[in-house]
């Protein structure tokens, strides 16, 4: 099997439109995928987008509704963000380590997978600062919001500056590109979340005027924050190196992904993105030893082989649907659940379950089953085999649309049952 990513023809389409949102705001590339990407009906969706941007089929009164909705909520907006700055001010203390050294590298982390995908980078000598109030870890010592006085007292007036200045960027591109329900929707996602996003903004800034970094490292991708990161490293001659804590989405951001390098989880997703992404190709980066650093648990190989299934933690029915499938194979397998998942979902449907706390001891030396999942990638930098189980519409669609990175000939493919029993017997018992 080629190492190869050959795009579906409504994949091509959604890609097309991405010249549509050429919004200056860092709200646009999370806004085109909602709109798009991710909804449940792609082909009506990227229909609609063609008629969210005629002017002349827009329905007049809903959005007459949306411009009073929104602006009636300015005032939310602007206490809200008040508030956020003054819990700042009174709760964060002044650390004089973060502003009496002058770092070269900094790392920013905002999620746990993050953390653990950029922990190698400390053998380099990067300092680590968190959004403390998105993501805390006791080995990291330095907040970003951990400010003088002065910059905190600033923030009161900078923040609400800031939060009105999105706010109606973002009322604007949802007025332009309006279409009822994804407009909405989108709205009341993000509207609550503002307050949060341009704090971050006004801190990061802080910190790289201060420290003067020469290198920014991120995990964020396509959103919002990956969007501050991108601009505000940009104007201050910071090089931001983006190493994703996810796997690359297959879809053309309208503002493109950020960092002056941007590392990809596999060689297919660098060819990919070097032809989506002509103007910029030379960023995109696949490095094996970079993604070694990033995925091995460093766990020392072992002969000894497990099946482990990889539930999916918002597919509870296909969970349900693929173990029931396994149990009539009369597979002795394990089974290593989401972290934000619950056993007690299961227990009641299964007897004798077989589970597996640690993520490390689950996808080193196995035999790994998952859905469309990272957990493909990961098991081959841990000496396991890796089998996508592609056992229904939605497995198939999101496996051959979605990500790039899976397309890479190590990661074996189960379109039934029949075909995992037949690629495991291989596996457990090669000839």
């Known amino acids: 099997m080629k190492n190869i990513f050959l795009p579906s023809d409504l994949i091509r389409r959604i890609n097309s439109f991405s010249s549509v949102f050429k919004y200056d705001n860092d709200y646009v590339n999370e806004f085109f995928l909602r709109s798009t990407f991710g909804s449940k009906d792609y082909i009506n969706d990227t229909l609609s987008l063609h008629y969210c941007y005629s002017n002349t089929q827009m329905k007049k009164i809903l959005r007459i509704v949306f411009i009073f909705l929104a602006l009636s909520l300015l005032p939310i907006i602007i206490l809200a963000s008040i508030l956020i700055s003054i819990y700042f001010l009174i709760t964060q203390r002044y650390e004089l380590g973060i502003t009496n050294s002058k770092f070269s590298k900094i790392a920013i982390i905002r999620y746990g997978p993050t953390f653990s ?70 709205f009341m996602y993000i509207f609550p979340r503002i307050p949060a996003k341009v704090s971050y903004e006004y801190y990061l800034l802080n910190i790289i005027c201060r420290l003067s970094p020469t290198t920014l490292y991120t995990g964020s991708k396509e959103d919002r924050y990956a969007m501050v990161d991108s601009r505000l490293t940009f104007a201050n001659n910071t090089k931001l190196i983006c190493i994703p804590h996810g796997m690359e989405y297959s879809i053309k951001m309208p503002m493109g992904l950020p960092g002056d390098v941007f590392y990809c989880y596999s060689e297919v997703s660098e060819k990919y993105f070097k032809k989506i992404y002509t103007y910029c190709e030379d960023k995109f980066v696949y490095d094996s030893k970079i993604l070694s650093s990033m995925l091995s648990c460093g766990i020392k190989p072992s002969k000894t082989k ?107 493919r189960a379109y039934s049952f029949h075909d995992l029993s037949t690629i495991l017997k291989n596996i457990m018992d090669p000839i």
Do not use: W
Request: hydrophobic share 40%; glycine share 2%.
């Open 117 to 186: 995908k950029l922990n190698f980078l400390k053998r380099d000598g990067v300092i680590f600062y968190t959004d403390s109030i998105k993501y805390q870890h006791p080995e990291i010592k330095f907040s970003i919001y951990s400010q003088p006085l002065s910059v905190r007292l600033t923030g009161v007036l900078h923040i609400t500056f800031y939060a009105i200045r999105d706010y109606l960027y973002l009322i604007d591109m949802l007025f332009r590109m309006f279409d009822n329900q994804k407009s909405f929707n989108y």
């Open 306 to 412: 497990r099946v482990v299934f990889f539930p999916q933690l918002r597919e509870f029915n296909t969970n349900i649907y693929i173990m029931t499938e396994l149990n009539k194979l009369d597979l002795n397998y394990f089974i290593k659940l989401h972290p934000n998942d619950s056993i007690d979902k299961y227990e009641n449907l299964f007897n004798d379950l077989k589970i597996i706390n640690s993520y490390g001891d689950a996808i080193s030396n196995n035999v790994c089953l998952s859905c469309a999942s990272t957990v493909l990638l990961e098991a081959i930098y841990n000496n396991s085999d890796s089998i996508a189980l592609l056992v229904n519409d939605s497995n198939i669609t999101k496996f051959d649309s979605y990500y790039p990175a899976l397309h890479d000939a190590s990661i074996l």
